[in-house]
């Protein structure tokens, strides 16, 4: 049997505790690219003063980065209800077509004058059944 639906209070904490995982996960990811971007000021003063000229990001501040973003992206991913992307609405008119007049629209353009040059006027004589 399927659980009762939550109500009221039940709901809200069910939100705040998922909602709180997210956000952790938002907070360790962040956290986890501020600790790779000190790693690599690190890397880049020490190789300075080794006197070594080559920019070299190290694998563990790239996974870092990697890991740190990809949970980042995963808690900002969850904390809200996805909705479906409607694309007709008739109930009411879109902004974009309130003021549009089909009556006025002019079709006739200077390209008509780009013909003479992308299509040759004149056919060849077709050839005689002689």
């Known amino acids: 049997a399927a ?3 939550l109500r009221g209070s039940e709901e809200e904490q069910r939100r705040l505790r998922d909602m709180g995982v997210q956000l952790w996960m938002i907070v360790l990811g962040l956290a986890l690219m501020a600790h790779a971007g000190y790693g690599l000021m690190a890397e880049k003063q020490a190789a300075a003063f080794l006197g070594d000229d080559a920019p ?3 694998s563990q501040v790239f ?3 990697i890991v740190g ?3 980042a992206l995963w808690g900002g991913t969850g904390t809200g209800e996805f909705k479906p992307i409607r694309i007709a609405d008739t109930k ?3 902004w974009e077509s309130q003021h ?3 009556e006025f629209h002019c079709y006739n353009h200077r390209g008509k ?3 003479s040059l992308l299509v040759k006027e004149t056919f060849p004589a077709p050839p005689s059944a002689d």
Request: glycine share 0%; net charge positive.
């Open 113 to 115: 004058h780009l013909r």
């Open 63 to 65: 996974l870092e980065v």
């Open 69 to 71: 973003a990809a949970l």
């Open 56 to 58: 070299v990001v190290s």
């Open 92 to 94: 009411k008119p879109r």
């Open 100 to 102: 549009a007049r089909p």
């Open 3 to 5: 659980p009762p639906p």
